[in-house]
C-alpha cells in the first residue's frame, strides 16, 4: 500500500485496523458547520438521512461546499495527495427509523490499486443512545467487492454481526473518524430528543479515474463504469439509471464472494451474545417490517436488493 497518512504512526493504525479515530476540528470549525447546517433550506430529514438522498443538485452543491470549506484541512493536513469529492451532513432523528444496518459504501475506485475514505466526523457527542458508528475492524482485509447500484450484498448469508460484536466508537466534536470504504459500519437508531448531526466526505486519492459498478437487471451483468468527481450531484441514492455522462467501461467478470459467518467470526470484537434489543441482533441485510419507507430506502441503496 501506498502511504495514505503523512503521520507514520497513524498510516500503521490505518493499515492494521482500516480505520483511525483521532482530534483534530477546533470548536470554531464545529460551530461553522453547525451553523450552516441550521441556515440549509427545510427538507424531509426524517430517520436517518444523508444530504446525497436529495434529487436537488443545488441543495448539494451548496452542501458540499460548505462542508468541504472546513473538512479540506484534514485533507491537507494529515492526508497525502488525497481530494474531496462529495461532502454530506449525515443526521439522525429520534426513532427506529434512525437505524443503519451493517454496510460498506460504495466502490469508487479500483481498490486493487487505491484506497477510497470517508472521512467521518460529529458535530454532537455521539454515543450507542444517538447513533455511534459501530465497525467490523480488520475487515479490509477481507477479499475485495464490487459494491454500487443494485449489486445484491456479499454479507447477505452473515449472521453474526450485532452491535455485541462490532467495536465501538463514541466521538466528541472535534474527534474525526477515516476509514477505508471498504470496512463494515453500522449506527444504532437515535433514542434521544437531540437531533445526532454528523458530517461525511467521500475522499480518494488525486488524478485516480473514479468508477462506479451497476448490475444491469436486465443481464443481471455487474458494469463498470468511468465517472467524474461530481457524480453524487447527479445521482440521488436510489436511483436505478445512471447520469448521463458516466461512460461504459465493461463488464465485470470477476465474481464477489458470498461470505458466512465463519469468514467474520475471527474479526468480531467478541463472541457473539444473546441481547434483547432487535436492533442489537439485525443480521446483515435484514430489513425490519417497520417503517417500511425509510427500510425501503435503506434496502435499494445499502443491501442493493434488484428492482425492476
Not at 483521532?22 to 470549525?29: E, K
Request: overall charge negative.
Amino acid at each position: 500500500m501506498n502511504p495514505i497518512f503523512k503521520d507514520p504512526v497513524l498510516q500503521e493504525q490505518f493499515e492494521t485496523n482500516g480505520y483511525v479515530v483521532l482530534p483534530f476540528f477546533s470548536q470554531a470549525d464545529i460551530d461553522a458547520l453547525l451553523l450552516g447546517y441550521q441556515n440549509l433550506p427545510d427538507i424531509n430529514d426524517e430517520g436517518f438521512f444523508a444530504n446525497m438522498f436529495s434529487d436537488n443538485i443545488a441543495y448539494k452543491k451548496m452542501t458540499h461546499d460548505l462542508i468541504t470549506g472546513v473538512a479540506q484541512k484534514a485533507v491537507d493536513t494529515l492526508l497525502i495527495n488525497y481530494k474531496i469529492v462529495a461532502a454530506s451532513y449525515v443526521t439522525k432523528k429520534n426513532g427506529e427509523s434512525s437505524y443503519m444496518p451493517p454496510h460498506q459504501d460504495w466502490s469508487v475506485v479500483d481498490e486493487t490499486k487505491y484506497v477510497s475514505l470517508n472521512i467521518w466526523f460529529p458535530l454532537v457527542e455521539v454515543s450507542k443512545d444517538n447513533g455511534a458508528i459501530y465497525l467490523l475492524r480488520k475487515c479490509h482485509t477481507l477479499p475485495i467487492v464490487n459494491r454500487g447500484t443494485l449489486i445484491p450484498s456479499a454479507f447477505n448469508k452473515v449472521t453474526n454481526m450485532n452491535f455485541e460484536t462490532l467495536t465501538y466508537l463514541p466521538m466528541k466534536p472535534g474527534e474525526v473518524l477515516i476509514y477505508d470504504h471498504r470496512m463494515i459500519h453500522a449506527s444504532p437508531p437515535n433514542t434521544t430528543n437531540q437531533t445526532r448531526i454528523a458530517v461525511a466526505t467521500l475522499t480518494v486519492p488525486q488524478d485516480v479515474q473514479l468508477v462506479h459498478f451497476f448490475q444491469n437487471p436486465e443481464t443481471n451483468k455487474i458494469e463498470k463504469y468511468q465517472i467524474e468527481d461530481d457524480f453524487f450531484l447527479h445521482y440521488t441514492y436510489g436511483m436505478n439509471k445512471l447520469p448521463e455522462n458516466a461512460k461504459f467501461l465493461e463488464n465485470v467478470s470477476y465474481i464477489n464472494p458470498e461470505f458466512t459467518d465463519s469468514d467474520i467470526e475471527p474479526l468480531l470484537e467478541h463472541k457473539p451474545v444473546a441481547v434483547a434489543k432487535e436492533m442489537a441482533t439485525t443480521p446483515f441485510g435484514t430489513i425490519s417490517s417497520k417503517s417500511d419507507s425509510v427500510w425501503g430506502k435503506i434496502k435499494r441503496i445499502f443491501t442493493s436488493v434488484n428492482q425492476s
